[in-house]
C-alpha cells in the first residue's frame, strides 16, 4: 500500500510539474534573435498599429540581414544603425519584413525608438560628420566630437525618400539623446551635454550652462517648413555638478515633463517639493516645464544617500506618471503599503508613481524598491488601462523575488532578464502580481517592452545566451555571434 502511495505521490508532482512547465511554454508566443556573427544588440522597440515589432539597435556587421524596401542596403563603416521590422505571424526568413542601415561613416547609436501611425521616430548620438539629413533639418552640420540626433522615417518609402526628417542636435563639444516620445505630432526629446553652445530657445528655463554636465530637454515639429522654427522649445535643465534626462513626455497643454538623475547640490526644486536637498552620489529629478513661458512649474528630488537613476518614464490612465530605474541607497525613500520597503541587495529597481501637480498635496503617490541579494536594475516601463505597470531590466540575483506561475524561475546565468508586474494601488502585500527571470546560460538584458494588450507583453534586448528560450516560426532560431538582438512576446493572460 505504501509503494502505491509514493506511486501516485511521484505522479502527482510530475503532473504539476509538467503543468506549470506547459502555463510557461504558453506564455512565449514569439520568440526570436536577430543579428549576425559579429556583435549586435537591440536597444529599443515598438510594435506599430498593424501588430508589426519594430526594433533597432546598432552592429558592426556589413552583412546585417536587409529586406523590403531598405532605406540603406549598405552600411556605412564604424558602427551602424539598424532598424528592421519583423512580422510575428510568419516564420523563418518571411518574418523579416524590412530591415535598414542608418548612418554615416563613424560610430552611430539609437537610445530611443517609438512607432507612431505609419512613421518611426527615432533618437541616439552620432560621430559622423556625413549622418542623412532631411527635410526641413534644425541643424544641418555636426557641432562638436559628439552630437544627438533626431529623425523621422517613414518605411512604406524606400531610399532616401523614406527619410522625413533628421538633424542633429548639439553644440561644439559632446552632446547625446537619451529619450524620445510622441505626442499630437510634436516629438520630445532630452538627454545631457557639456556643449557650452547647445541651443536653447527664447523662453528656455536655462540657456546658460551652469554644471559640467547639463540635462537638456527640447520639442521639435517637424512638420513645420522652416529649419530655424522646427526646434519650437529647448533648454537645459541641472545645476553646478553632473545632470542628465532620462526620461521626458509632453501632455495634452503642451507641458513637458522630464525626469533624470543629479548630482548637484543647486538642483532647483519648488518651495513646496516633498525632498528640496540633494542626498546622495545621485538622486532622481521629477519635473514639470510650461514651455510657453519656460518656468519650470513643479520640480522636486527623489533619492538616498547613495546613486538613485531613473530610467524610464511613462503615463497611467489617470495622468499620473510612472517612473523606473534603480537605486543603490540603503535607504531609497518608499511609501506605506510598497511591495518592497526596504533594499535587498547592493543595488535594487524601483517603481514609483508620481502626480506633478503644484496644487496636489503629495506628488509621491507610490515608492518600492524590487529585487534581490544582487544588483537588479528596471530598464523600461509599460501600463496598460488598468494601471497596472509592467516593468523589465536585468538582475545579479539568484534570489530575485518570484510571484505568479513565473514563466522562468531561476536564473540560468549570471545576468538573466527580468519581467515583474506591479500594481500600484494594490493592497498592501500584492501590488507585486507576477515576476520572473528571463534568460539562458550567458548574458541576457531586457531593455524595451510594449504592451499589445492588457496583458500581452513584446520585450527585447541584449543576449550572448545560446539557449534562449525560441518558437518554431522564429525568423532566427540560434544566436550567431559573440552577442545578439532578440526579441520575445509573452502573453501573461493566464499568469497569476
Known amino acids: 500500500m505504501l509503494r502505491v502511495e509514493r506511486f501516485m505521490l511521484k505522479n502527482v508532482i510530475l503532473f504539476l510539474a509538467l ?14 534573435y536577430l543579428g549576425t556573427d559579429l556583435f549586435d544588440t ?9 501588430g508589426q515589432i519594430w526594433l533597432t539597435g546598432h552592429t558592426t556587421s556589413d552583412t546585417f540581414p536587409l529586406a523590403g524596401d531598405a532605406y540603406r542596403n549598405t552600411s556605412g563603416g564604424g558602427r551602424e544603425i539598424f532598424l528592421a521590422r519583423i512580422d510575428p505571424t510568419k516564420s523563418g526568413e518571411e518574418a523579416l519584413t524590412y530591415a535598414s ?7 552611430d547609436e539609437p537610445t530611443a525608438m517609438v512607432a507612431d501611425g505609419d512613421f518611426i521616430y527615432m533618437c541616439g548620438v552620432t560621430t559622423s560628420i556625413n549622418f542623412p539629413l532631411a527635410g526641413a533639418a534644425f541643424q544641418g552640420t555636426p557641432g562638436g566630437d559628439r552630437d544627438a540626433f533626431v529623425l523621422k522615417l517613414d518605411p512604406r518609402v524606400g531610399g532616401d525618400p523614406a527619410m522625413v526628417y533628421a538633424t542633429y542636435l548639439g553644440g561644439t563639444r559632446a552632446d547625446a539623446c537619451s529619450t524620445l516620445s510622441v505626442r499630437d505630432g510634436k516629438v520630445y526629446v532630452g538627454g545631457y551635454t557639456n556643449s557650452e553652445t547647445f541651443p536653447t530657445t527664447a523662453t528656455a528655463f536655462q540657456n ?3 554644471g559640467g554636465w547639463d540635462a537638456w530637454v527640447a520639442v521639435l515639429d517637424m512638420n513645420l517648413g522652416v529649419a530655424s522654427e522646427t526646434l519650437v522649445y529647448a533648454s537645459r535643465l541641472g545645476g ?4 542628465t534626462a532620462t526620461g521626458v513626455v509632453g501632455d495634452a497643454q503642451g507641458l513637458i515633463y522630464v525626469t533624470g538623475y543629479t548630482s548637484s547640490q543647486g538642483f532647483p526644486v519648488s518651495p513646496n517639493a516633498p525632498q528640496r536637498a ?21 520640480s522636486t528630488l527623489w533619492g538616498g544617500a547613495d546613486a538613485d537613476v531613473p530610467t524610464a518614464l511613462a503615463w497611467d490612465s489617470t495622468g499620473a506618471l510612472i517612473v523606473a530605474g534603480y537605486s543603490l541607497s540603503a535607504n531609497f525613500p518608499t511609501t506605506s503599503g510598497s511591495a518592497q520597503a526596504s533594499a535587498a541587495g547592493r543595488g535594487d529597481a524601483f517603481v514609483m508613481r508620481v502626480r506633478l501637480d503644484p496644487a496636489a498635496p503629495e506628488p509621491i503617490l507610490y515608492s518600492t524598491l ?31 523575488p518570484l510571484r505568479g506561475d513565473s514563466l522562468q524561475r531561476a536564473n ?17 502585500g500584492t501590488a507585486l502580481a507576477y515576476t520572473t527571470y528571463l534568460g539562458g546560460i550567458g548574458q541576457d538584458d531586457v531593455s524595451g517592452v510594449t504592451l499589445t494588450s492588457a496583458c500581452e507583453l513584446t520585450v527585447s534586448g541584449f543576449t550572448s545566451s545560446t539557449d534562449l528560450r525560441m518558437t518554431g516560426n522564429a525568423y532566427q532560431a540560434d544566436l550567431k555571434g559573440f552577442g545578439d538582438g532578440f526579441v520575445q512576446q509573452i502573453n501573461l493572460c493566464s499568469a497569476r
Open 42 to 50: 537591440v536597444t529599443a522597440s515598438a510594435v506599430d498599429n498593424k
Open 412 to 428: 540560468n546565468g549570471v545576468v538573466d532578464g527580468f519581467i515583474a508586474k506591479v500594481v500600484p494601488n494594490a493592497p498592501a
Open 240 to 243: 553646478e555638478s553632473t545632470d
Open 19 to 32: 503543468a506549470v512547465c506547459a502555463i510557461a511554454q504558453s506564455q512565449v508566443r514569439y520568440s526570436s
Open 101 to 107: 542601415y542608418i548612418g554615416g561613416d563613424g560610430i
Open 278 to 298: 540633494f542626498r546622495g552620489v545621485s538622486d532622481v529629478f521629477l519635473v514639470r516645464i510650461n514651455p510657453a513661458d519656460g518656468g519650470a512649474t513643479y
Open 208 to 210: 546658460q550652462q551652469v
Open 370 to 400: 524590487l529585487g534581490g541579494s544582487g544588483g537588479d536594475v528596471a530598464r523600461a516601463v509599460a501600463v496598460n488601462a488598468q494601471n497596472e505597470v509592467f516593468v523589465v531590466g536585468y538582475t545579479l540575483s539568484t534570489d530575485f
